[in-house]
């Protein structure tokens, strides 16, 4: 007779219950991401106006060495973190892009059409505003700082919508923020880099075609593609483009298919299996028919999922928390308040706030006027202005834009840091509000809970 103690299900320990799964419940969140980042920035603000600055600028500019003797090279860690780290967050945004146009969201014109019109009013229109507003200043260089939105806070603050935001407005906003990011690399690659190299130029087109020759081949190994990627970053940085694009032409490099149909895998599979239960019962050979099913799975799952699993978690929990820390920390002061009426922090606020929301919501109204594509989800327009203004949330490329626009100038850097805070926060409150108290949406059209 069973032992009713060993049937019974065991209790969770109360450690695992009490403190580890309501860990593992929010790092499942959608919004986790962007509270994570949120924490951060607040963390760098906090310790660039407090007594702990210097301790915080000394961190910054810790120096590490690469290398040995007359071959190392020398950099900060603010260097490694926004030339380096930052290459990694731009090749995982390479294959999101990539595998949205190839098979998500995007994989159709007629999908990807509204959303890629909303994008470039969302960039023209706040980069007219903040040029005007700086037109013959030293901030004019800035005009990109405002074009980019961020997908984690956006989204955050939309999945604490649900109930408010209809489903297709969520995935239009998310499709948005892709081609924003694709604008945005575009922006980087053609206005903010440094003399052209030729010879150097050179040498990155023939290793785009390698990694055009590795896709063709398939190659699924991790660390032919790394090595292929960081031979084209450092060449594209001696060429005069800024590196960080590497990470780009790499993600959107890696193969979003399967090389077999997931029947034609399964199949397969089936035949294997079936072969394998006929025979006699020998240990050693199924322990390597194991492997060999292993390989028939890895047909299924293609390299670009495979990678984006792996990496995502890692920059949205690892590199751009850290990037926001890094780069966050402006020093307010009493004056804060008067400084964010000059014509940098004022560009930057205005164009994230007004220059999102206006882009956005007039090019998708004359798109969806003009029979260029359909309302998303049906929605009223009021709900769409509200997914229009979280638009204006813009954070890390808005950052990244501001590092490349003012490099050596610091001061012009920090009222850049300013008007980008402001801006976000102000889009991200003033939206949330909108959208909170203009009503729910019908349970059929809220997003699903991800959590």
């Known amino acids: 007779m069973a032992d009713p103690a060993a049937a019974a299900p065991r209790r969770p320990n109360p450690l695992f219950a009490g403190v580890v799964r309501p860990i ?8 986790a991401s962007g509270v994570v980042l949120l924490v951060t920035a607040v963390l760098a603000l906090l310790a660039a106006n407090s007594p702990l600055e210097q301790a915080y600028r000394t961190l910054l500019e810790f120096p590490l060495q690469l290398g040995a003797g007359g071959a190392s090279v020398t950099f900060s860690l603010q260097e490694l973190v926004n030339d380096g780290l930052m290459t990694v967050f731009f090749f995982v945004v390479g294959m999101e892009i990539k595998r949205e146009l190839v098979v998500g969201e995007l994989r159709t014109p007629a999908r990807a059409l509204l959303p890629a019109v909303a994008a470039l009013g969302g960039m023209v229109v706040p980069g007219l505003i903040f040029f005007l507003i700086n ?9 990109g700082i405002p074009m980019a939105t961020d997908i984690a806070f956006c989204v955050g603050v939309l999945t604490l919508l649900r109930a408010h935001v209809a489903n297709g407005l969520k995935v ?6 892709v081609f924003d990011d694709l604008g945005g690399i575009v922006v980087i690659a053609l206005f903010y880099g440094h003399g052209v190299e030729l010879p150097w130029l050179g040498l990155s087109a023939v290793l785009l075609a390698v990694l055009f020759g590795l896709n063709r081949r398939y190659a699924r190994s991790g660390f032919i593609w790394a090595a292929a990627g960081l031979a084209l970053w450092y060449a594209l940085g001696k060429g005069g483009v800024h590196p960080t694009i590497s990470g780009v032409f790499l993600g959107m490099a890696i193969p979003a298919l399967p090389p077999r149909s997931l029947r034609d895998t399964l199949r397969a599979l089936h035949d294997h299996v079936s072969q394998l239960v006929a025979r006699p019962a020998d240990e050693d ?8 099913i292993e390989e028939h799975l890895e047909d299924v799952e293609a390299p670009l999922t ?8 890692m920059v949205a929990f690892g ?3 850290v990037f926001a820390f890094v780069n966050s920390g402006v020093r307010l002061g009493t004056g804060a308040a008067g400084t964010l009426w000059s014509a940098v922090p004022m560009g930057a606020a205005l164009g994230l706030f007004l220059g999102k929301q206006i882009g956005i919501f007039l090019t998708t109204f004359a798109a969806v006027k003009l029979r260029l594509a359909p309302m998303p989800g049906g929605a009223p327009l009021y709900k769409l202005y ?10 890390t490329v808005a950052l990244f834009m501001a590092q490349l626009s003012y490099p050596g100038h610091a001061e012009l850097l920090d009222l850049a840091k300013i008007g980008i805070l402001a801006g976000s926060l102000v889009s991200g409150v003033v939206g949330f509000l909108f959208l909170r108290f203009s009503g729910r949406v019908p349970a059929s059209q809220a997003p699903a809970d991800s959590s």
């Open 24 to 31: 593992q419940e929010f790092f499942r969140l959608e919004a």
């Open 135 to 143: 037109r013959g200043g030293p901030g004019q260089q800035g005009w």
């Open 172 to 177: 239009f906003l998310t499709a948005l923020a």
């Open 285 to 292: 050979l199924e322990a390597a028919e194991v492997l060999s």
């Open 306 to 313: 495979r990678f984006v699993h792996l990496l995502h978690p």
């Open 319 to 321: 590199v751009m928390p």
């Open 386 to 395: 509200g997914v229009a203004i979280v638009g204006g949330i813009g954070f």
